[in-house]
């Protein structure tokens, strides 16, 4: 038998544009959550600069600032790619740990100066 009823559907706002924004807004409970939403700057409360660094992330920065490196050999000192394809894998192999240890550094610096201005994280 066939169906009688449709199924209702989600309303979705979408802007002029066209771009859809399908997330789910979560309000707060009460005057005392507002506040502290409010504070906090936003509904996540964390950045990017909370997470420790990744191999993954060093390796994506290493890439590409390895291809820059070679677009740069190749276009502003005329190298062809066969000359610039060693000095590339060479910045390749330098970048990637250097950006891991660099990022490192960096988030531990970050997390002392928290630690020291009273353990918030």
Request: charged share 30%; net charge positive; no cysteine.
């Amino acid at each position: 038998m066939a169906q009688t009823k449709k199924k209702r559907k989600k309303k979705q706002r979408g802007t002029q544009a066209g771009s859809i924004d399908t997330r789910k807004k979560a309000r707060p409970r009460n005057r005392a959550e507002a506040k502290s939403q409010a504070k906090s700057g936003g509904r996540s409360g964390g950045t990017k600069a909370d997470t420790p660094p990744t191999w993954k992330s060093a390796a994506i920065r290493g890439i590409i600032a390895a291809a820059v490196f070679m677009v740069l050999l190749m276009v502003v000192f005329g190298r062809t790619f066969t000359e610039a394809a060693p000095i590339g894998a060479f910045m390749l192999v330098f970048y990637i740990p250097a950006g891991y240890y660099m990022d490192q550094m960096m988030w531990r610096r970050r997390e002392r100066a928290k630690i020291r201005a009273g353990g918030k994280k």
